[in-house]
């Protein structure tokens, strides 16, 4: 059993700026590409940046030159630091992890429960 469980999430105005959190716990093995999603009212979920274990980062469009994902590999963490936020940014935030968990050797992913992140005008 994995669980992710992500933080930092709130309101804010535009051009503000959080930072989330997500740490995976369990009995883990190992971590491959650990990522974030949103999904905003009426749209279907996106990516918006995902991290290799070795540290190489993707961003979506919506997100690059604003957001900086990062990780910790020593305490299973991922963060995404956003930057000017805008009010298209409103979305529930996911966060995702690719792992290796006993009992099992196969990887898959997991899933964090979400955290709000909404940006007023």
């Known amino acids: 059993q994995v669980q992710l469980v992500e933080s930092g999430g709130g309101l804010v105005q535009a051009g503000g700026s959080l930072r989330l959190s997500c740490a995976a716990s369990g009995r883990i093995r190992r971590i491959d590409t650990m990522g974030w999603y949103r999904q905003a009212p009426g749209k279907q979920r996106e990516p918006v940046a995902t991290i290799t274990n070795g540290g190489s980062a993707n961003y979506a469009n919506s997100g690059e030159g604003r957001f900086t994902v990062s990780r910790d590999n020593a305490k299973n963490t991922v963060f995404l630091q956003m930057n000017s936020l805008k009010p298209e940014d409103t979305a529930v935030y996911y966060c995702?992890?690719?792992?290796?968990?006993?009992?099992?050797?196969?990887?898959?992913?997991?899933w964090g429960q979400g955290t709000q992140v909404t940006v007023s005008s």
């Open positions: 995702k992890a690719a792992v290796v968990a006993a009992p099992v050797f196969l990887i898959r992913d997991y």
